[in-house]
């Protein structure tokens, strides 16, 4: 793609956005190729090659913005904790390759992040292909757990575990007079003016009185909050809530704008149709829980202001995995990318033969084929160079 059209086409799709949250975003993309890539999706789905490995793959629901930084730690409504693919603004019903396709070009753009030589990122991203190949075959949809989990994903356990919800609070909080206020610190939060807050408090007074308890919803605080890459710049609210009680029992929420997906241009012109949404953070949270093992504890679409966002809370157990801490032992490396890799096909066979998927027997059989292993492989590759080119022209940009 020529610079030119690639900076329009990256204007195009974050028009609209908060003008001090969208300079962050541009700076972060900036940075290197894999942040890039998180930051833009839909240059990814419009380079993907036009080949048959992935067209015509089976349909399965797709996370759509995958990279190896969207698996995470979360607290499920039977209040345990999982570690599953955590991110669901992209989510669609798309070829099943996409997913694998874009994990691998994240995990060989990022190597540089993962501390990894080029060739230690493909290494491991064959690893996961092939991980990615077997769950599917095996056709059971398992989960990770903290008793179930090993390497790096079970140290990610083992720290939320030591974690108290006041110190979580304390580092998102200051405390005044006994009770809590955001912390307003342009890293994790900014200001909002009266305008806002008392849209957001009007929208939380009409949510909590439809709740079995309205005071857990009481409001305390409101800031706009920072967060991720590629939504960075749509309307986004860290709110501080009364929960079980102040001060160290309060809760924060997270009320996000839900945007088109990323995927729907290139969706379109391969014919594959999406079911008719009632909005689109109907779609976000729906393929979120089909995907995920267990629900989210707390995961709402809503409207506010008459803008679709999804309302989800904010917790202290929501984490990523530290997969750039595996100290030069290939084999921790290894173990992790492989684990995401089966997780993708986990959530994929428990989402299957629902609204327009293929069902796991086409799954299976797709996966025991194989034809398409190398394919995907050397796509992951391609794309790996066109997001190195695409960044760069993005980096000696005038933005």
């Known amino acids: 793609m020529h610079a030119v059209s690639l900076i329009d086409s990256i204007r195009h799709s974050n028009a609209g956005r908060d003008p001090q ?69 992209e989510a669609a019903l798309a070829p099943c390759t996409w997913d694998i396709v874009r ?15 080029a060739a230690e990122a493909l290494a491991v991203s064959r690893d996961c292909l092939t991980s990615y ?18 390497g790096l994903v079970r140290d990610l356990f083992v720290t939320l575990q030591k974690r108290v919800r006041s110190e979580f609070l304390d580092g998102r909080t200051v405390r005044k007079n006994g009770q809590r206020q955001l912390k307003i610190d342009g890293v994790k939060a900014l200001s909002v003016d009266a305008i806002q807050r008392d849209k957001v408090i009007e929208f939380m007074t009409r949510f909590a009185a439809e709740q079995p308890n309205p005071g857990f919803f009481k409001v305390l605080d409101v800031a706009r909050r920072i967060a991720g890459t590629g939504s960075l710049g749509v309307q986004r609210y860290v709110i501080l809530v009364e929960g079980k009680g102040s001060p160290d029992r309060n809760y924060l929420l997270d009320l996000k704008e839900a945007k088109p997906s990323a995927l729907q241009d290139r969706l379109k012109r391969c014919g594959i149709h999406q079911p008719a949404w009632p909005d689109e953070a109907s779609r976000v949270v729906t393929v979120q829980k089909r995907m995920q093992s267990v629900d989210h504890a707390f995961l709402f679409p809503v409207l506010f202001e008459g803008l679709p966002c ?43 033969g629902r609204g327009g998927a293929a069902n796991a027997g086409e799954l299976i059989d797709f996966a025991q084929a194989g034809t398409w292993i190398p394919a995907v492989l050397e796509i992951s590759r391609e794309m790996t160079k066109t997001t190195q080119s695409q960044w760069e022209a993005f980096r000696d940009a005038a933005l």
């Open 21 to 89: 949250l969208l300079a962050m975003k541009y700076a972060k993309m900036k940075a290197s190729p894999f942040v890039f890539l998180r930051g833009a999706c839909q240059l990814f789905y419009a380079a993907l090659p036009e080949e048959s490995a992935l067209t015509k793959a089976p349909l399965s629901w797709s996370c759509g913005d995958m990279h190896f930084e969207n698996f995470g730690s979360y607290k499920a409504d039977n209040r345990l904790v999982y570690f599953d693919i955590n991110d669901f603004d």
């Open 103 to 117: 994990l691998l070009t994240s995990i060989q753009c990022g190597a540089k992040a993962l501390s990894a030589t």
């Open 133 to 150: 190949q077997a769950a599917l075959i095996r056709g059971k949809p398992l989960w990770v757990e903290p008793e179930t989990s090993s």
């Open 310 to 352: 999804v309302l989800k809370g904010l917790q202290p157990s929501e984490d990523r995995v530290a997969i750039g801490d595996w100290g030069k032992k290939i084999n921790q490396l290894r173990e992790v990318v492989s684990t995401m890799g089966r997780i993708l096909a986990w959530d994929q066979l428990r989402a299957a």
